[in-house]
């Protein structure tokens, strides 16, 4: 009976790697999929899509193409840059205009305005202009025809 239990703990205490079987000669494993250049690619790739975006925000901001959203009776007019951080800035407020000067840190008022009224003047003159060139349009579509 001691020789059983003496042979159970002799089996227990052998390292299992050496009962294990040996690798086939010749194998090879396939390349992790996880490598410090995969990454380094991935990386890369992401920094780049990011510069992008960020470079076609900060050209859409520059020139002015993201339109601000009104907010109730409050409204930008006009904006144009005076300076490298100052802009001149025409708010609407109900019926009045605020010339304002606006610098970092900094909201000056420079004028108040009413909001001036469309001016008939200049419709008509547009319309005008639309049917001269219609006259002259045809007039041109005709000479072409005879």
């Given at each position: 009976m001691i020789n059983r239990q003496w042979l159970f703990l002799v089996a227990l205490l052998l390292p299992f790697q050496a009962l294990a079987e040996t690798g086939r000669a010749g194998y090879v494993p396939p390349p992790s999929v996880v490598s410090t250049e995969n990454t380094l690619q991935m990386a890369g790739g992401l920094l780049l899509v990011l510069a992008f975006i960020w470079g076609l925000t900060w050209l859409l901001k520059r020139f002015s193409l993201i339109p601000a959203a009104a907010a109730g009776t409050l409204k930008v007019v006009a904006a144009t840059g005076v300076g490298q951080r100052e802009r001149v800035v025409v708010v609407e407020i109900d019926n009045t205009w605020l010339v304002l000067g606006v610098?970092?840190?900094?909201?000056?008022?420079?004028?108040?305005?009413?909001?001036?009224?469309?001016?008939?003047?200049?419709?008509?003159?547009?319309?005008?202009?639309?049917?001269?060139?219609?006259?002259?349009?045809?007039?041109?579509?005709?000479?072409d025809h005879v």
């Open positions: 610098a970092p840190g900094h909201v000056t008022k420079l004028h108040i305005l009413d909001k001036p009224a469309v001016s008939s003047g200049d419709a008509t003159q547009e319309h005008t202009s639309h049917k001269d060139f219609a006259v002259k349009l045809n007039e041109s579509m005709k000479k």
